[in-house]
């Protein structure tokens, strides 16, 4: 009976919301062209007035920069939330829930493979206003990179102290700059610095500054969380 | 690309998304397992980036890089608004289905049971 109430409710508002995006139409001109000056205005000052070949990026972090910032402070609520939702008493941290003992070739492999992973992900955050990707893909190839090697070796650890003090330096640095901005040009994260030339690495003003901190946040954040599921003890009273 | 391919997308893509968010609340709805619970809600997820992400597209346009074919020809792009926004939403998904598994984690240290039907208040 709640099955079928379900599959009929689901139903209507499914009709409805395919029903409404079908009229829109896939990839239709008319409904970006012209009539979304928006998109226009976006991608024009993308290039006059930052330099920057990415607009993603550049809407991402200097655009909407103030967004961004709630959003990583979300997912530092996030991580802050899993810290004390499972919070433990210091003797009994120690044992692993997920304890399995990988093969040699997944150690072996994995060693030889965990820099190239944490080197992906650097230089993803840092062309972040110049390719595809960016703090936080970088951020989340990183925390991958620690994945793997907690998943290899069960002996591996993470630095609790480690992980949060890389947190909270790249945090400052966002605000820091979001202020320096408010200094110089008189609004919260102006982009202060030259946007230099198109296309190279030193360009962009602060765009490229923000985007290595969040991606430092990021990853920091995401090994936390890894860590912090993965040594939870397994102990209900069954 | 050919009309009948991009007519069979214009229906596809949608229709993809749409399906997507209905299996994941579905999933959310009827399922016993709290687990279960939360990855139909990550379904959701899913589906409502593909929409977002899908809603700006146009025909024939390209990502919103300049790259310096492209250089010349902004009108080619795709809108870029969406895309950003769906980073953002990604973003905040991955928190909830963080925050919810810690919660599922702790109930199960505390009643030694995934199934909500033996945790009691959790029924609808």
Do not use: C
Request: hydrophobic share 50%.
């Amino acid at each position: 009976m709640k099955k079928l109430l379900v599959i009929v409710l689901l139903a209507v508002l499914g009709f409805y919301t395919a029903s409404t995006f079908f009229d829109i139409g896939f990839g239709s001109p008319h409904f970006v062209k012209g009539i979304d000056p928006v998109k226009d205005i976006y991608i024009n000052q993308t290039v006059k007035s930052l330099n920057v070949p990415n607009a993603v990026t550049s809407i991402v972090v200097n655009f909407r920069g103030f967004d961004t910032l709630g959003e990583v402070t979300v997912l530092f609520l996030a991580v802050t939330v899993l810290g004390s939702v499972l919070y433990k008493k210091r003797h009994e941290v120690g044992e692993r829930s997920v304890l399995f003992s990988a093969s040699s070739v997944v150690t072996s492999g994995a060693k030889l493979i965990f820099p190239a992973i944490i080197l992906l992900g650097a230089y993803v955050f840092i062309h972040g206003h110049l390719s595809p990707g960016g703090g936080f893909q970088g951020g989340v190839i990183i925390a991958t990179g620690f994945l793997l090697m907690l998943l290899s070796y069960e002996s591996y650890s993470v630095s609790h102290k480690a992980l949060s003090i890389v947190e909270s330096l790249a945090g400052i640095t966002f605000a820091g700059v979001g202020l320096l901005g408010l200094l110089h040009g008189g609004s919260f994260l102006h982009n202060f610095l030259p946007t230099g030339v198109m296309n190279s690495l030193f360009s962009g003003g602060i765009i490229p500054i923000i985007y290595i901190a969040v991606g430092f946040k990021v990853a920091a954040e995401l090994t936390g969380v890894i860590y912090t599921v993965l040594n939870e003890k397994g102990e209900g009273n069954e | 690309m050919n009309e009948s391919l991009f007519s069979l997308l214009n229906y596809g893509v949608y229709g993809t998304a749409v399906i997507l968010m209905l299996i994941g609340l579905y999933g959310a709805l009827i399922k016993k397992s709290l687990l279960k619970i939360v990855i139909g809600l990550s379904v959701v997820d899913s589906g409502l980036n593909l929409l977002i992400v899908a809603l700006g597209y146009y025909k024939g346009g390209t990502a919103p890089i300049f790259s310096p074919a492209y250089l010349a020809h902004p009108q080619l792009m795709v809108d870029p608004v969406p895309q950003a926004l769906v980073l953002t939403a990604i973003v905040i998904g991955f928190g909830v289905t963080a925050v919810a598994l810690a919660l599922v984690i702790r109930l199960y240290r505390h009643h030694g049971t995934l199934n909500i039907d033996q945790i009691k208040n959790l029924k609808w």
